[in-house]
């Protein structure tokens, strides 16, 4: 099993820019997460999804979209990058609500 | 809502013992987590505390007072590797209207020392 994987491990972009950040768990989750990360602060949420083609808010959604067409699959969208989604995101998944969340390794984004 | 309190930082030598503790405040409770996370690296799952009472799992142990809001976790003969942060993550319970997805505090950063 790869577990969760994301792509791309770093990125910049310029401001205004859009991007998309990958996640895939190969461990047949039905739960899958979004957070971000800044220094010294603990994992916020952003989207997360109960299952293929739902999909819901979290703590930090504005600037970001999400969709799920998949069970293995969690895209996450910018659509206009601002220098405050400067940050580490992580992709995470679990089995069912009271598991553990296994996680990818993390994109680290900068916007310029 | 929830509101997590972890220390920020904390220093230990190595072969002691180092209690991680953790407080929360939420209008209900269904479940506490612990993670190590390692610079640069994805968070890993260590324990879950349900019920009151110590779970132990090797070198590492977590204990949960529902009644207190508390937790702590005890690292036992420590090695320079358990260097890392650890994050405490609650969640709610959904009969009072919170989510059953955790919230994470904001870690503690674990110095182990030679």
């Known amino acids: 099993n790869a577990g969760v994987t994301q792509t791309p491990k770093f990125r910049i972009l310029k401001i205004g820019q859009s991007m998309t950040l990958q996640c895939a768990q190969d461990?047949?989750?039905?739960?899958m997460y979004w957070y971000r990360q800044d220094p010294g602060m603990g994992l916020k949420l952003i989207y997360y999804s109960v299952g293929a083609g739902i999909t819901d808010k979290g703590e930090v959604p504005n600037g970001y979209n999400v969709s799920r067409s998949t069970t293995e699959d969690f895209p996450l969208r910018l659509e206009l990058a601002a220098p405050s989604q400067t940050s580490v995101y992580f992709c995470?998944?679990?089995?069912?609500?009271?598991?553990?969340?296994?996680f990818g390794p993390g994109t680290r984004l900068t916007v310029t | 809502g929830q509101n997590i309190d972890q220390p920020t930082e904390m220093t230990a030598t190595e072969g002691a013992i180092v209690q991680i503790n953790c407080t929360y405040q939420t209008s209900g409770f269904n479940g506490l987590f612990w993670y190590q996370q390692h610079a640069g690296e994805a968070p890993t799952f260590l324990s879950y505390n349900v019920l009151d009472g110590l779970e132990e799992k090797g070198r590492f142990s977590s204990f949960l007072s529902r009644s207190k809001g508390y937790s702590y976790l005890l690292l036992k003969e420590l090695q320079m590797k358990d260097s890392a942060s650890y994050l405490c993550a609650v969640r709610d319970s959904e009969a009072s209207g919170g989510s059953y997805i955790p919230t994470f505090g904001r870690g503690t950063s674990l110095i182990v020392h030679p």
């Open positions: 995470a998944s679990a089995r069912e609500r009271s598991y553990e969340q296994y």
């Open positions: 461990m047949n989750h039905n739960y």
